[in-house]
């Protein structure tokens, strides 16, 4: 099972960024998918989680962020908008089962990070 992170850059504050998350080894549409960051010094935090047709974002991005699948593609999405400095992180895609989705620890399988930076 690997899942691979990617679209990352640097981008100046107020552009737009798009993240893919490809899986392979299992098959996406039975899992909910969820985006992570973690800032340096900082906590891996949740960003956003689609399970079937129910999307949950963090407050900080609602509004800017839309977390989208492609089950043909066996991809997840996150579309970034009115980036911000302090979105600037590492983002990381992950999928589970069942279980709390702000919580790390009920994630099965996660992707590498891909670094996002938004300059100011």
């Known amino acids: 099972v690997q899942l691979q992170a990617y679209g990352g850059g640097l981008v100046q504050a107020g552009g737009s960024l798009r993240l893919s998350c490809a899986a392979s080894?299992?098959?996406?549409?039975?899992?909910?998918m969820g985006w992570f960051r973690q800032a340096l010094g900082k906590e891996r935090e949740f960003v956003a989680t689609r399970s079937g047709g129910n999307t949950y974002y963090a407050d900080s991005v609602k509004g800017r962020f839309t977390i989208s699948r492609d089950n043909a593609k066996n991809t997840v999405y996150l579309q970034m908008s009115s980036l911000r400095p302090e979105d600037t992180a590492a983002y990381y895609c992950a999928a589970r089962k069942s279980g709390d989705y702000y919580s790390t620890s009920d994630y099965n399988y996660w992707g590498q990070g891909t670094l996002v930076t938004v300059s100011s």
């Open positions: 080894g299992l098959t996406l549409n039975n899992y909910a």
